[in-house]
């Protein structure tokens, strides 16, 4: 088999290369497979992470199993409950592309023969994705997993309720100490936080695109399942190799539209549609943002985990995990069951045995939440290249909503008024300059989506913003306004007390001024320059594309 490590492997002129392998006590045998590259984000920052040394461990005793030389590297990966509510929000989504850019140059600069994928949070998930799809070598992704819920009075909790209790705390419906209580004990464990917020729906999608084996999306972090799943995941790698299956192969557009379907019946963060957008444009895929609407219309939303409703991933597992829910959207014809998957298997044949356990939490195929899926793709005067909703987090009331607008142009002057209560029922809160360019880096606006629902004010406020959301955030959170406010987009010209009709049935969104004023303001205005950044936000300020493009770097 010519293996791409022969480039730094063979041959006599390749002498000094091999030295330095032999430094870092590789035997001569163990160069004489395939190198196998294991990225592994583990760090002590992220609880996510702080374990992923011990999966990536277990990779390697996989690929050593069969006939492999594993090699670890590490990644860099933010913590976005960490980063949150800060200037460090505005480092996560770049730092996707740092990840990518970080996955070529160790790949290619070291010449491995195939990649074993070790992240679990956020962003990690995409990043690891498009730098792996740059290199098109076999390919496997194993996440961290998910942590377990927090359990109090009977109640599960997660990373969703200690955002919220700030609020409720805010507005006195809480005091200190019930606070601290629920601050303790959301997250119990080590893994991605428990509700389908942004990890565990990437990592559930990385399953259902095809490039993690079963399980991957839901087995628990603290479950030894977990590290059974990356021993299988580094022995498969070889077999992937051997029958070069590449990552090419397994990512493809019919791949990423079953992605969609699942994210679509699972009510994944609205952070996904980011994600898949850059995943599919690294593939050089030809997907847009309308497709989100066409199969969100096709398939309905069988899950409601938090932040939507009660569940958490462990449920989602027991319940027999995106298995079961690939089952139940499959018995309407809503996924391609024909696609290899890096099981060496189709997507119909990993999911033959398994059974849909619990009609509570995955919903039956003909009994859905609703009979469309959990994102809608919003258009209209103010978002005339679209806005995302997590519709599946917004109360039925909510769907529909006019109201008038209290418009900041950025989080922090949000946030101040939304926790010195002026906020009304009624109000939409317009939060700009957040866009990709603009914040730049695009924050997730948690903290005043969660302050709104925590006071109880989520039935009666929306939220727009060309910033985007934790997947953490419920409610009438309408996100990823495109074009962004800095780029002159109409979000721009929203003043206080503008009437905003929101129409989330009918997908649209608007600003009720007359043609001759919205045209009157366009002209006049001149997007703000605020937000100065140095160093590599300032670089990837210039790069950085629109949010409808996947704010990919062109
Ligand atoms: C901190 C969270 C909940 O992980 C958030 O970053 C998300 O996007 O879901
Ligand atoms: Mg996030």
Known sequence: MKLNSDKVLRGSERAPNRSLFYALGYSKEQLNRPLIGIISAYSEIVPGHMYLDKVADSVKAGVLMNGGTPITIPSIGVCDGIAMGHIGMKYSLPSREIIADSVETMAIAHGLDALVLVPNCDKIVPGMIMGALRLNLPTILVSGGPMLSGKNKGKELSLSSVFEAVGANKANLINDEQLYEIEK??????????????????????????????????????????????????????????????????????????????????????????????????????????????????????????????????????SGGIGAVEKEISKKGLIDLSLITVSGKSVGENIKNIENKNNEVIRDIENPYSKVGGLAILFGNIATKGAVVKRSAVDESMLKHTGPARVYNSEDDAIKAIYNSQIKPGDIVIIRYEGPKGGPGMREMLNPTSALAGMGLDKSVALITDGRFSGASRGASIGHVSPEAALGGPIGIIEDGDIIEIDIPSYSINLKISDEEFKERIDKFIPLEINKVNGWLNRYRRLVTSSDKGAILK
């Open 185 to 318: 004990s959301v997250c119990p464990t080590c893994g991605s936080c428990a509700g389908m917020y942004t990890a565990n729906s990437m990592n559930c999608l990385s399953e259902a695109i095809g490039l993690a084996l079963p399980g991957n999306g839901t087995t628990p972090a603290v479950y030894s399942e977990r590290y059974r799943l990356a021993k299988e995941s580094g022995f498969q790698i070889m077999e992937l190799l051997k029958n070069d299956i590449r990552i090419n192969d397994i990512i493809t557009e019919k791949s990423v539209k079953n992605a969609i379907a699942c994210d679509m019946a699972l009510g994944c963060s609205t952070n996904t549609v980011l994600h898949l957008l850059a995943i599919a444009s690294e593939r050089g895929l030809d997907i847009d943002l309308d497709i989100f609407n066409k199969i969100s219309e096709k398939v309905p939303n069988l899950c409601h985990l938090a932040p939507a409703g009660p569940h958490h991933m462990e449920d989602l597992y027991l």
